[in-house]
């Protein structure tokens, strides 16, 4: 699949072209001398920090005379780190290159004119044989190529703690969600504090998006986010009931914690599940939890709901060359490996070989291949970032109010806002 090119130029992208010319940014040597590369993540802590770390090692040896500057800004999904960088591209300040999640919220770059077409390294570095033809068509709009992925996340993953579930009697993964109430329950009659770990406004549509899967299907899911789907249809009410009562067996604090304090629940035993995107596994092991286990959301069948880390070059980087030797590390065989070893998520080459990964992204990388893939709103895939935007206050609205028909109806706002722009 490829894109074309949204009619409408976002108003914020042309300040930052007319900005970016104005200080005299070019696209060849930028003019400055720098031997920095500004690298902007919202990889700051835990195993997402390891994950670049393990980028940075390999770009040191590759890229020698070239200095990382770690641009990182703290917080999961990149609920900071996104309005800080918007305000960068407008004030025509970009960082050397930062991340981007392949399919629409690239899209929103491409579209803002922020960022470089870099098809002549593709060829340059052998890229199109390296990444799968899918992967390349969410990275590509109107035959030119914009970013380099780092990886493959999987988003419908129940991280569970062991221990919690086999104290109340858990000894099998539930299959559907009937099976996981009724799990659910058992951990709330033992006084389990938070049965499932929940936490704020993106975590919840993660777990939204989940329970849309399993209600509706991998095919009829996707077609929401490409006008297909109605969002007044009766599937989106059963999930929207779903969700409320998932919601029950959560933590009453959900919207103030990030995903790490509701991870920090499990690992505490005072929850015993939670819906998170693989980042998790690196996490738990990065900070030493051993006994958690990991099952596909239930009901979700063998749906692998994907997005992906790419990097990119701005318009008006200050250090283009090292950038350039940034991303052509981002997609070589060592940096995929030393990235994807400790991130979590799978290499988005495809030769790569299973026996240097840890056991959790030895099944990623088998299920990757068979199974039906659907794209994330919450991470990019599947919708723009204004969309994404007014998912998330949509559903922190409804996390205090608990207006089932006001929730579907703002999504259903929100899709004809947003869908095909
Ligand atoms: C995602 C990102 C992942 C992980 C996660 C939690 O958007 O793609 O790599 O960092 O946020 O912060």
Redesign the pocket.
Known sequence: MGFTRRAAVAVVGVAALLTASACGGSDSDGGTGSKNVEVFT??ADGG?KAGLDGLVGVFGTACAGQTFQNGAVAG???ANAKSVLASRLQQGDPPDTF?A?AGAELLDYINAGQIEDISADYDAWGLKQAFPAGLIGNLTVDGKIYSVPA?I?RANVVWSNKKVLAGAGITADPKDLTEFFADLDKLKAKGVKAPLALGKDWTQLMLFESVLISDLGPEKFTGLWQGKTDWNDAGVTKAIADFQRLQTYSNTDRDALD?TDAEKLVMDGKAGYQLM?D?EAADLDAKGFKDYGYATFPGNGTTFQW?A?SFVLPKGAKNPDGTKCWLKTVGSADGQKAFNTT?G?IPARTDANPADYPKYQQSAMADWKSATQVPSCA??SACSQGWQQAANSALGAFSTNHDAAALQKALAAAAQQFAGK
């Open positions: 919202w990889w997402e999961g999904a990149g991340q999640h990886n996340h995903w995107g980042w997005l880390d991130k998520s991470h990019g």
